[in-house]
């Protein structure tokens, strides 16, 4: 694809990849991603944002091919899907100033092999001039790693965000008109990859929020020509007031956890709180962490496997740990055959949360009355604790 105008003197010249199934060897990509970049023309300098994935370098060597002079490579994030054709340009181009965080210095010493002199820190706040165009560098840590920052272009009030504001999504549509159109594939983002970093999410709001951004061009999908639609999205997710919600990661062998769930899911749903059941056996690990975005509780549902849980349930409770949500209450449901730690290991699995436990549901073997009539005690408590927090 040739370059395309966002604005006079600002072009699209990264790749799409329509292809890509899997981000960091777990993350499913379903939508694809892209790999987005952005020349910069100021009339006396020319500034390159961001530099492709190293599988699609071959597109940006394409894109710049009529370009003949860059004199600053802006390094917004330096995970290799944005970093990886940097050494290539800094060849291409002699002379140009690669431009990054401080914190992103050892960074890209370490990932990329530069030699240190070759690498240019600019402060948080600090501008360059292109000539008609002024770059400024703001400091966005933890979106997605601690080294990030954005650029913001000030005469076009473009903010160029790296992951931040990001979907992984291919397309051949260069604007998408409001987060509506993309918010399911940028709050799997989110979820992803900054949710661990919400607190952080939010300061970082706040910093950008007297900008009047005009246009928000990310380091994957579509530019947004309406940035409040995911500003405010951003809002949404990183509130610290859950939503009437439950997540539910389950898993079965032979039946009995099935029963279990069938009765909490009905009696959740029965009792107003909207419930988002996975089999981990054959779930979305992405879907499973977008509603987790929202959720108010956690309920891991499984059969013991010799004398721990079952791995694929355990993994959703390591994995929510690891992301870290607004979650407050969970629980355990399941069975078991002899005994086993089940709750014990599940618990120990999720302590990064703080969580409220709510009293589990283990029964032997096949579910008997008691226990269903537990499952809906269980049912209730969920309710009793979600009106505590005002949730409707
Ligand atoms: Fe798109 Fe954190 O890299």
């Known amino acids: 694809m040739k370059p395309r105008e966002i604005v006079p003197g600002v072009l699209a010249v990264g790749a799409q990849d329509f292809d890509r199934r ?32 190293p599988s699609k370098l ?23 899907d944005h970093s990886g054709g940097i050494p290539w340009v800094l060849e291409r181009y002699p002379g140009v100033e690669l431009l990054a965080s401080e914190p992103a210095k050892p960074m890209l010493v370490h990932h990329l092999g ?74 799997r983002y989110y979820a992803e990859i900054m949710m661990p970093f919400r607190k952080i999410v939010q300061t970082n709001l706040d910093k950008v929020a007297d900008l009047h951004i005009r246009l928000i061009a990310p380091s994957h999908g579509p530019v947004y020509r309406d940035p409040g639609s995911i500003i ?18 389950w898993v079965t062998m032979h039946g009995s956890t099935t029963i279990m769930v069938e009765r909490l899911v009905a009696g959740l749903a029965e009792r107003g709180v909207q419930v988002f059941p996975f089999n981990m056996a054959v779930a979305d690990v992405g879907q499973l962490a977008m509603r987790l ?9 499984g059969p013991t496997v010799h004398a721990g849980p079952h791995p694929a349930v355990l993994n959703a409770a390591v ?24 709750i014990e290991v599940i618990k120990g699995a999720m302590t990064n949360l703080k969580l409220e436990f709510l009293e589990p549901v283990i029964a032997r073997g096949l ?13 209730d408590a969920v309710v009793r604790k979600h009106a505590d927090l005002g949730l409707k």
């Not at 071959?58 to 330096?78: C, E, G, K, Q």
């Not at 975005?293 to 549902?301: E, F, G």
Request: net charge negative.
């Open 114 to 187: 530069l030699a240190e002199g070759r690498i240019r820190t600019v402060a948080d706040g600090e501008k360059v001039q292109l000539g008609q165009k002024t770059l400024r560098f703001i400091y966005t840590p933890w979106v997605h790693w601690p080294e990030t920052m954005s650029t913001y272009l000030e005469e076009d009030r473009i903010l160029f965000s790296c992951d931040w504001f990001g979907s992984h999504m291919a397309s051949t549509e260069l604007f998408v008109d409001g987060a509506d159109a993309v918010r399911e594939e940028a709050k």
């Open 367 to 379: 579910p008997k009355a008691a226990d269903l009539e537990a499952v809906d005690k269980l049912a």
């Open 232 to 249: 405010a999205a951003y809002r949404d997710w990183t509130d610290d007031r859950p939503h009437n919600s439950v997540v539910l990661p």
């Open 58 to 80: 071959d597109v940006l060597m394409a894109t710049l091919r009529d370009v003949p002079r860059i004199d600053y490579l802006v390094s917004n994030h330096t995970e290799q």
């Open 293 to 301: 975005v929202d959720a108010a509780t956690i309920i891991v549902a």
């Open 22 to 53: 899997l981000f960091d060897a777990l993350i499913p990509l379903p939508d694809g991603t892209s790999y987005n970049a952005y020349l910069v023309r100021g009339g006396d300098k020319t500034a390159l944002i961001d530099a492709v994935e």
């Open 319 to 342: 994995l929510a740990n690891e992301l870290r949500p607004k979650v407050r209450f969970a629980s355990v449901v399941g069975s078991y055959g002899w005994g086993g730690r089940m």
